[in-house]
């Protein structure tokens, strides 16, 4: 039997699966300063969303009993897997529950930004009918840009080309096989993509080499005409990870018409301050990092994650787990 923390939530069913194969499970969110006095000595298995933070201080101070952390989702930049691996402890994630929550989200951010409704729905509350000032502009006929290529932007551009888009990718750990297959095409640089695409919709991790890779030079470089010759002019949207979209160039890029609309999910700080500029600007929407929260995704997560723990505590093998190359 093993002691499990959980302090971020999680389903009551995937709660019950680890109660009923004998662990005991504490729910239980713990504060920083806690964790940083050693909160988590008592325990063998800890399970995280993004709330927590586990940097090499906190896995300094939680002694030798702990074996796995799980992060129900898929990022997992809020943990030091280094300093993890260093002393034992197996990171695990769940990347495949939430592909089509993530997926269904960003194509509802993206049809939001072309057709105004954020803005429109604002100004009807306002008592105001401004038909025409709400003029939008197809996606069909459009270049979109996928900054990673992975499962969900995969997911993304094969609806997108349904819809009558020209998809394009920047990945490069992509095969370029696996771009051709999906009738994608694969720049070899970031630039590139940026100066062919539209639209672009951000789907890699957040590292060093990603950090602002969405800068006020990019920006510059999009296009505001589309390949069918309408002039719909130039959108972004990050459904991924905050940071990686330089929120400043973003600002300035909507004051001076350089962009034409910016919707984000995730915020470099989060929660994101209520008098963040961004949020007063007229096109540009955001919500807070809900990219995973539906029944569906919340459910499938809690079970994966789970299971993943569960392997390793028992010691069978998991093909999940994200620091082995540290442990």
């Known amino acids: 039997m093993a002691r499990i923390a959980v302090t971020d939530g999680m389903d009551e069913k995937a709660v019950q699966r680890l109660e009923?194969?004998?662990?005991?499970v504490v729910l239980e969110h713990m504060a920083a300063d806690d964790l940083l006095a050693g909160a988590l000595e008592a325990f063998d298995a800890i399970i995280?969303?993004?709330?927590?933070?586990?940097?090499?201080e906190v896995l300094e101070a939680s002694g030798d009993r702990l074996k796995v952390i799980g992060r129900a989702g898929v990022g997992v930049d809020n943990i030091d897997l280094v300093a993890a691996g260093a002393r034992g402890i197996s990171v695990v994630n769940a990347p495949r529950a939430?592909?089509?929550?993530?997926?269904?989200l960003t194509l509802g951010h993206l049809l939001a930004s072309i057709r105004h409704l954020p803005r429109a729905d604002r100004s009807l509350r306002d008592g105001k009918w401004e038909k025409k000032a709400m003029k939008g502009s197809e996606l069909?006929?459009?270049?979109?840009?996928?900054?990673?290529?992975?499962?969900?932007?995969?997911s993304v551009g094969r609806v997108a080309q349904a819809i009558g888009m020209e998809v394009h990718a920047y990945d490069p750990y992509l095969p370029p096989k696996i771009a051709k297959a999906q009738d994608t095409r694969l720049h070899k640089t970031v630039d590139a993509l940026f100066s062919n695409c539209t639209h672009v919709s951000i789907h890699c991790n957040l590292t060093d080499e990603t950090h602002h890779l969405v800068n006020a030079e990019r920006l510059a470089s999009m296009p505001h005409i589309g390949k069918d010759g309408a002039r719909c002019g130039s959108h972004i949207i990050n459904c991924a990870r905050g940071g990686i979209v330089d929120e400043q160039a973003v600002l300035e890029a909507l004051e001076s018409g350089v962009?034409?609309?910016?919707?984000?999910?995730?915020?470099?700080?989060?929660p994101v301050d209520p008098n963040h500029p961004l949020l007063q600007m007229e096109h540009f929407h955001g919500t807070p990092h809900i990219g995973a929260s539906t029944v569906e995704a919340q459910g499938r997560v809690g079970m994966d994650i789970a299971t993943n723990?569960?392997?390793?505590?028992?010691?069978?093998?998991?093909?999940?787990?994200?620091?082995?190359?540290?442990?």
């Open 98 to 104: 939430s592909t089509q929550s993530v997926v269904e």
């Open 140 to 154: 069909s006929g459009k270049a979109l840009g996928l900054i990673g290529f992975g499962r969900i932007a995969q």
């Open 20 to 24: 009923k194969a004998g662990h005991e």
């Open 309 to 327: 723990v569960m392997d390793v505590l028992k010691g069978r093998t998991c093909d999940f787990v994200v620091n082995r190359a540290h442990l």
């Open 48 to 56: 995280i969303r993004s709330a927590t933070k586990l940097p090499a």
């Open 259 to 270: 962009l034409t609309s910016a919707a984000l999910d995730v915020f470099e700080q989060e």
